[in-house]
């Protein structure tokens, strides 16, 4: 950043708003490990900002732009608190610990930082979804608005959500830290599913009109892209090739109508293949690291079908054998169902549902309207369309989202459509005869 | 910090246990207490009877109103607690990850709150 006093006043106003989108989030961090509290940090970040905007133009930019902001918001927040001693919320040895603390603004510090954020929004110690709602506030800078209406909430219930997370880490002392070695694969796991989460909110809201939040799915690779920075871990790789690899997808999962575009007939021309790149390379890194988890194997699957020029030279082997990983290290429902459409794939449509059956068998699934999708779809391209119909109208009965809905009445249209149109032809052939 | 560790369990469970099961509980709880006070982390504990030995009572209107039994019925039942003393949430979990019971009820830790200071007169 140019050290110069003379430049313009807009030309400073606008450095520091892409300084705030940027680093506001490490500045907080760092606050919070200082001021040990999330509202004194808060406040203290918005006066630190306010601060370099009256003086910075006079001044200029200076030469480590975020360790002056982190020691402004300090010590107005110290000064503020030294006033008002007598009437601050905090205890007055509290305020004494913090007055006597000893600053440490250092880079290789901050970067712990933004660690200790994330690892305390997603603490154990808190439901998922404060920790989900916790993150896109704390980590993203996503206003309390904004949140409410990606998650499908009442502002006031989240805003109630995330006071009552925050008073949890005060009162029951949440350590602002990263975990030891010991402890962190587990608590990385809940880190990773939480920006599994945000993407995956971004990717199909869970029920209503809207399917794609472009500005969330963005939000949860950039929280990726900052974790495997910060921590070089498999999974953490893994995980940021999953979401590249998905999102290359994005622009073609949808057509012009809102309605669903299925992996087979999506124009694989218009994948992104900036994001594909870089999802296989940060995928062949985490491979070559070892100990390939649940992310890991499920960015090596959406690279196989990335790498797949048109949906018949998709190589269904050796997905096959991905998801028997996958459903050995994480044996749900779904993965199970995938598992059985992959088989489809595989070696035809019988064996596909010889084991969807087996999972019906176990009760697993009725309820999930995919299950019935991919029964009804198998059914579909066996010819045997009665008992597709059956199925689609089973899923229909159980899915809300719309998309959803609509590609299943189309596909429902179809196979009356041929069953039609294959009775005319038997017909006529019996007149042939 | 002081953190209360409240242990809670099936009593049912615990019935079903044979009389060497249950000496062996006790035993492991005796020993739990011993590493925690070597830490010097341990600031009192109790294990208590069962619920059916349990008295709750109620002040309404000045008058006290007495009941036999437990105040909910729930699923586990409250069976003993540790006053730990703690740097933080994460230490307070690790030391109460060790309490015996933990392997097959629960272990509810909650964060001791002061009370403001006395009112001057």
Excluded at chain 1, 107 to 126: Q, S
Excluded at chain 2, 5 to 23: D, G, I, P, R
Excluded at chain 2, 25 to 41: M, P, R, S
Aim: a negative charge.
């Amino acid at each position: 950043m140019p050290d110069d006093p003379l430049t313009s006043a807009p030309d400073i106003h606008r450095q520091l708003d892409q300084l705030y989108r940027q680093h506001s989030r490490q500045v907080l961090a760092t606050l919070i490990r200082l001021l040990g509290s999330f509202e004194l940090a808060e406040d203290a970040l918005q006066e630190a900002f306010a601060q370099a905007a009256r003086h910075w133009p006079q001044q200029g930019i200076p030469a480590q732009p975020l360790a002056w902001l982190i020691s402004a918001g300090r010590f107005r927040t110290i000064d503020r608190l030294r006033k008002q001693k007598h009437e601050t919320a905090l205890p007055p040895r509290e305020v004494e610990q913090l007055i006597e603390s000893p600053e440490t603004t250092g880079d290789e510090v901050i970067t712990d930082d933004l660690l200790r954020l994330i690892f305390t929004c997603c603490h154990p110690g808190l439901g998922r979804e404060a920790q989900l709602a916790l993150t896109l506030r704390e980590v993203c800078g996503l206003t309390t608005e904004q949140i409410a209406s990606i998650l499908l909430q009442k502002p006031a219930t989240l805003a109630q959500r995330i006071v009552r997370a925050k008073r949890k880490i005060r009162d029951a002392a949440i350590p602002y830290e990263v975990p030891e070695q010991r402890e962190l694969p587990e608590r990385l796991q809940a880190v990773l599913q939480v920006i599994y989460l945000v993407f995956s909110e971004g990717y199909a809201c869970s029920s209503g009109e809207q399917l794609l939040d472009v500005q969330l799915s963005a939000e949860a690779i950039r929280l990726a892209r900052q974790l495997v920075q910060l921590l070089l871990a498999t999974e953490a790789m893994g995980l940021l090739a999953l979401l590249l690899l998905q999102d290359s997808r994005r622009e073609t999962r949808l057509d012009a109508e809102g309605d669903l575009i299925t992996l087979e007939q999506q124009d694989r021309s218009r994948w992104d293949q900036a994001q594909i790149h870089e999802g296989q390379a940060w995928l062949e890194r985490a491979l070559k690291q070892g100990h390939a988890g649940i992310y890991t194997l499920q960015a090596a699957i959406a690279a196989l079908h990335a790498e797949a020029a048109t949906p018949d030279a998709t190589d269904w082997g050796q997905i096959l054998g991905l998801y028997d990983h996958l459903h050995h290290q994480l044996p749900t429902a779904v993965v199970a169902l995938n598992r059985a459409v992959a088989l489809a794939m595989h070696r035809g449509p019988e064996a596909g549902l010889v084991a969807l059956r087996a999972l019906a068998a176990e009760g697993q699934l009725q309820d999930y309207h995919l299950f019935h999708a991919a029964v009804a779809d198998l059914y579909r391209r066996n010819d045997q369309l009665d008992l597709a119909m059956q199925a689609y109208q089973q899923a229909l009965a159980l899915c809300e989202q719309e998309p959803e809905r609509r590609y299943l009445k189309k596909r429902l249209e179809q196979c009356r459509f041929q069953q039609v149109r294959d009775d005319k032809r038997y017909q006529n052939k019996g007149l042939d005869r | 910090m002081k953190y209360l560790a409240l242990v809670y369990y099936q009593e049912s469970q615990v019935n079903a246990m044979s009389e060497q099961e249950w000496h062996d509980l006790n035993q492991q709880c005796i020993g739990c207490v011993e590493g925690l006070v070597e830490k010097g982390k341990y600031l009192a504990g109790q294990a208590l009877h069962p619920t059916d030995t349990a008295t709750t009572l109620r002040m309404r209107n000045g008058e006290l109103l007495i009941s036999d039994g437990p105040f909910a019925e729930t699923r586990e039942q409250l069976a003993g607690f540790y006053l730990l003393d703690a740097q933080d949430l994460n230490e307070a979990i690790q030391l109460a990850s060790k309490i015996p019971p933990a392997r097959f009820g629960s272990v509810e830790i909650r964060p001791v709150r002061e009370l403001p200071p006395k009112d001057p007169v």
